[in-house]
């Protein structure tokens, strides 16, 4: 059906392995995303509030692109191996406090 929907749109459809895209942090190279009923992480540094639908779109994006990190699985535990994070992080702040700044507009006028 997806497929349907791209060739109607002028588009295509790439398939991706989804291993850990929807429990890293796009900008950062940190699992935080660790159980499902997290739909929302705050991030202390940054004064952010990070939504995981939208970052886990970001991290698909980054698959197809080639720029999300080498993720290997070892003894239960995940390890980065390479990663371009730093060359896409600014970007992707962007879209997360571009997202946060709507959803506050969006309360305020409710």
């Known amino acids: 059906?997806?497929?349907?929907?791209?060739?109607?749109a002028n588009a295509s459809v790439i398939e991706v392995k989804q291993n850990y895209t929807s429990q890293l942090l796009s900008y950062e190279d940190e699992i935080v995303f660790t159980d499902c009923s997290i739909r929302e992480y705050f991030d202390e540094k940054l004064q952010l509030k990070i939504d995981r639908d939208i970052n886990?779109?970001?991290?698909?994006?980054?698959?197809?692109?080639?720029?999300?990190?080498t993720i290997n699985r070892r003894k239960n535990k995940v390890v980065i191996i390479k990663s371009k994070t730093p060359s896409i992080s600014k970007?992707?702040?962007?879209?997360?406090?571009s997202h946060e700044k709507n959803t506050q507009t969006h309360y305020l006028s409710v």
């Not at 059906?1 to 109607?8: F, P």
């Not at 886990?56 to 990190?69: F, R």
């Open 91 to 97: 970007e992707v702040l962007t879209v997360f406090k």
């Open 56 to 69: 886990t779109a970001i991290n698909l994006k980054g698959v197809v692109l080639d720029l999300l990190p």
């Open 1 to 8: 059906m997806l497929g349907q929907v791209a060739t109607k």
